[in-house]
């Protein structure tokens, strides 16, 4: 479901994904397709058009500090749901740092992931700083295993949230897990789109609290974000 229209003289489509990157690989293409391929010659256009996409949604915090209620933006998003590696893809030296500190940190066995990690979009992240929490945001394929949860079935990486959480590679750490972010980055900046996530913080992992109105933390980022987009020059 989409619906375009204006706020102000800002024009803006809200588009529902659904969850998982799965959901987003779909999106994301097709979003692409629609400003960047002819569809009357099925082909590329010669003038590439860069979309400014912005994820708004919910997650878990990985961090004492990081309370429900609050608000995430995503330096990066750390993808364990091996999405982009059925794409061509490549990284900046800072990306291949994070990714081998990951990598050597968490030992997760290459059976269940083999993990990628992208960069947000720093011209749109740095309009999101006041009332936001930073950090890497891991992209997770499932909800209940992959994110550490346990019902009948048992865990193969039961110690997995414990490696997100102690993280860090300098000023780096991982803030929040959820199933959006790692696949919009990876694929925005294939595609040349600029891309950023932000989050409202639904429950923390750590502190194990969750938001009595989840909703109406998701209502206030919302208006937050229009707010900011709203004002935003071109």
Do not use: W
């Not at 193969?156 to 959006?180: K, V």
């Not at 990876?186 to 989840?214: P, Q, T, Y």
């Amino acid at each position: 479901v989409t619906h375009t229209g204006y706020i102000g003289k800002k024009r803006i489509s809200v588009t529902s994904t659904g969850i998982g990157p799965d959901n987003i690989d779909i999106v994301l293409n097709e979003l692409d397709a629609l400003v960047n391929i002819d569809f009357e010659t099925r082909t590329i256009k010669e003038n590439l058009t860069a979309l400014n996409i912005i994820r708004v949604g919910t997650s878990g915090s990985l961090q004492k500090e990081i309370p429900v209620d609050s608000f995430v933006a995503s330096t990066h998003g750390l993808g364990l749901d091996n999405l982009m590696n059925f794409y061509q893809h490549s990284s900046n030296e800072e990306e291949k740092q994070l990714l081998h500190s990951f990598n050597t940190h968490a030992q997760l066995h290459h059976g269940i992931s083999t993990p990628y990690i992208t960069g947000a979009g720093i011209n749109l992240l740095k309009d999101f700083v006041d009332g936001f929490h930073s950090g890497i945001t891991v992209t997770c394929p499932g909800f209940y295993g992959p994110q550490g949860r346990v019902l009948r079935m048992g865990l193969t990486q039961p110690q997995l949230i414990d490696s997100l959480t102690s993280f860090s590679f300098g000023q780096h750490r991982i803030s929040n897990f959820e199933m959006e972010t790692a696949a919009i980055y990876g694929m925005g900046k294939v595609l040349g789109h600029h891309c950023l996530s932000l989050s409202a913080i639904v429950a923390n992992r750590i502190s194990k609290e969750f938001s009595k109105d989840g909703a109406a933390a998701v209502e206030r980022l919302i208006e937050k974000t229009l707010e900011i987009i709203s004002g935003k020059e071109d």
